[in-house]
């Protein structure tokens, strides 16, 4: 099994370009999220999803939109980046209710 | 409420004992967890307890949980460089799916 995978590893945008960052699992896990991880506040939920057609938000899902379209894939976009999204990302799968396991990050820099 | 605490920072040295203290408000949680994150890296699962337990060893590490008070507890006996990194403890309160981590200890 590869787990979590996420690309891209890094990106640079201009203020206003739009992105898409990749996350997939093959564990055939239930549950996918994104995080976002900035100095001194830890990690927070940006969007969840709980299966294939479902997805909600988490503490900061402004400026994010997320879809689940196949247990595997579970892609975050960024439709208008501003220099505040400048952060890493970080994609998690888990069974419903259990731990999560973490891909290895998107650093993400907004200009 | 879902806030869960940490110190941002801890430092020993080599050899001596960590001990990096998490609290905690929701008290419904089954599940706490410890997780480490190197430099550059993603979160790797340390260890975790089930809320049932008050202690749980495995190897080098030791967490022990006193839920009256609400406090989790991550020991490293014998750290050594390569336990430098940041460790978040983490709950999934009861009825949500969602992972709610503290802020990270940064080990130095």
């Known amino acids: 099994n590869a787990g979590v995978t996420q690309t891209p590893k890094f990106q640079v945008l201009k203020t206003g370009q739009s992105m898409t960052l990749q996350c997939a699992q093959d564990?055939?896990?239930?549950?996918m999220s994104w995080y976002r991880q900035d100095p001194g506040m830890g990690l927070r939920l940006i969007h969840y999803?709980?299966?294939?057609?479902?997805?909600d938000q988490g503490e900061v899902p402004n400026g994010y939109n997320v879809s689940r379209s196949t247990t595997e894939d579970f892609p975050l976009r960024l439709l208008s980046a501003a220099p505040s999204q400048t952060s890493v990302y970080f994609c998690?799968?888990?069974?419903?209710?259990?731990?999560?396991?973490f891909g290895p990050g998107t650093r993400l820099l907004v200009l | 409420g879902e806030d869960v605490e940490q110190s941002l920072f801890l430092s020993v040295r080599e050899g001596d004992s960590s001990v990096i203290n998490c609290t905690y408000t929701?008290?419904?949680?089954?599940?706490l967890y410890w997780y480490k994150q190197e430099p550059g890296a993603g979160l790797q699962l340390l260890t975790y307890?089930?809320?049932?337990?008050d202690m749980k060893q495995d190897q080098r590490l030791t967490v022990l949980l006193n839920k009256k008070d609400k406090h989790l507890s991550l020991r490293i006996a014998d750290t050594q460089t390569g336990d430098s990194a940041i460790y978040f403890c983490?709950?999934?309160?009861?009825?949500?799916?969602?992972?709610?981590f503290g802020t990270g200890t940064r080990l130095l």
């Open positions: 998690a799968s888990s069974p419903l209710g259990q731990t999560q396991y």
């Open positions: 564990m055939n896990h239930e549950y």
């Open positions: 999803s709980v299966g294939a057609g479902i997805t």
């Open positions: 929701d008290s419904s949680s089954t599940y």
């Open positions: 307890i089930f809320s049932n337990m």
């Open positions: 983490a709950e999934i309160p009861t009825g949500f799916q969602k992972l709610v």
